[in-house]
């Protein structure tokens, strides 16, 4: 059997319950964990992670900048998008959040039915849920 006809390995789905990953970046660790937090008390997230530190370099304003920030990545599905949207752009310190996202084409069944199960907007879930 080859990897891609494992059972454990489904498409993520093309309809509102399909799996997004999103990304913001912050300007510091207070921030990078207040937003977070936000997110996921609003269960419009099943899941994020708070990266180290990076350097970005881009253009604002007419000005090439340059800044430390700390990216989060966040998993939700489709039909969460809008109120994780609403959510960054409220606790977010910037006037023009990073908010991207990319579909999840495949992954882990089990991993994917928890992101769903958890990012459906309601309390739910097992305490010993995959990360």
């Known amino acids: 059997m080859t990897v891609s006809e494992s059972a ?10 399909s799996i997004l990953v999103a990304m913001t970046n912050l300007p510091d660790e207070a921030s990078a964990a207040r937003v977070a937090r936000a997110v996921l008390e ?4 099943a899941c994020v992670n708070r990266l180290a530190p990076c350097q970005s370099e881009y253009w604002w304003q007419g000005r090439l900048e340059q ?3 700390w990216p989060l990545l966040i998993k939700t599905t489709r039909a969460q ?3 994780l949207e609403a959510v960054i752009r409220t606790e977010h310190p910037y006037d ?7 579909p ?3 992954g882990f ?3 994917l039915a928890w992101v769903r199960e958890e990012a459906s907007g309601k309390p739910a879930g097992d305490a010993t849920a995959p990360r």
């Open 81 to 83: 998008y809008a109120g």
């Open 42 to 45: 609003a269960r419009v997230a």
């Open 104 to 106: 999840v084409g495949a």
């Open 8 to 17: 454990d390995i489904q498409p993520a789905g093309e309809a509102a319950e």
């Open 109 to 111: 069944a089990p991993y």
């Open 67 to 69: 800044a430390q920030e």
């Open 96 to 102: 023009v959040p990073e908010i991207v996202t990319w």
